[in-house]
């Protein structure tokens, strides 16, 4: 803690002041530090195929000082469906089925999920495979996905790590 002498209620009340504003600044950069952090670690696990998800994640800050709001999100259009379903496999299980293929179980799992619907609906595609093909220069390529990818990408590091994003914040305010 750093001493001075001060003198007379301006001079209290200009030093409070300043503190103030000096805490406002730190914990702003604080909370933009937590929200970068969280987006780095949602990042880690989120289920890529070919990247537009993981690329649509962005942090964005509104306001100053105490007001400031971060805002950590993913754009892409189906960012919602991808992290609230639970029926869809991801990381390790993904590659396991793109091996081996879809257990009965898991195909069952899957049907509930849609509604029991045996036929598809006319128009409708019929089920996709579960492996990821790229084309490239006439070779089809099957490509694996990371093993920790998984839905709940952006809720789950922020449960888990909200400690660590608090200490962040926390330290901010500390520097002077």
Known sequence: MAK?????????LKGLNERLKKDARNAQRGLLEAGRELERDSKEIVPVDLGP??????????????????????EAAYAVYVH???????????????????????????????????KPVKGQKKEKQTTTRIKKKGKVIQKNRGPNQQYKFLERPARENRKKYIDKVREEMRKK
């Open 53 to 74: 998800l993981k690329a649509s994640g962005s942090t964005k800050a509104e306001g100053r000082g105490f007001e400031r709001k971060v805002t950590v999100q993913y």
């Open 4 to 12: 001075s002498n001060v003198t007379g209620l301006k001079g209290v």
């Open 84 to 118: 609230e379903n639970p029926n869809a496999a991801h990381g390790a299980e993904f590659n396991r089925e793109s091996k081996e293929g879809r257990s009965d179980e898991r195909k069952a799992t899957l049907a509930e999920a849609r509604g029991k619907r045996k």
